[in-house]
């Protein structure tokens, strides 16, 4: 399983982004994904997730700004950020809790990306 996130970078408070992330190696759809946060310093937090079937869960400090969303046949999860504050500057990864078949039958796996910097100031 690969996951390659993009579309990070430096906004100021109240400003948008959208990020992205593309998943290969996998049969997307029988994931489930989940954008995950960590600020210097601190622990990595679960910003979103959404299951197979979209389902979508949110933190309460991104609730009502934030999306999350997927594109399956695109093989892209996203998470469109909305009126950011600087409490939100972190490095974002995308995270997949996919079940793959094997000889062995279904198998769990879990993979991550390697993260984008979402910076923004005041």
């Known amino acids: 399983v690969q996951l390659v996130e993009s579309g990070g970078g430096s906004v100021q408070a109240g400003g948008s982004l959208k990020l992205s992330c593309a998943v290969s190696?996998?049969?997307?759809?029988?994931?489930?994904m989940s954008w995950v946060r960590q600020a210097p310093g601190k622990e990595r937090d679960l910003v979103s997730s959404?299951?197979?079937?979209?389902?979508?869960t949110y933190a309460d400090s991104v609730k009502g700004r934030f999306t999350i969303s997927r594109d399956n046949a695109k093989n892209t999860l996203y998470l469109q950020m909305n009126s950011l504050k600087t409490e939100d500057t972190a490095v974002y990864y995308c995270?997949?809790?996919?079940?793959?078949?094997?000889?062995?039958?279904?198998?769990?796996?879990?993979?991550w990306g390697r993260g984008t910097q979402v910076t923004v100031s005041s």
């Open positions: 959404i299951s197979r079937d979209g389902t979508t």
């Open positions: 995270s997949a809790d996919c079940t793959i078949s094997t000889v062995y039958g279904p198998q769990k796996v879990t993979a």
């Open positions: 190696r996998v049969t997307f759809s029988s994931c489930e």
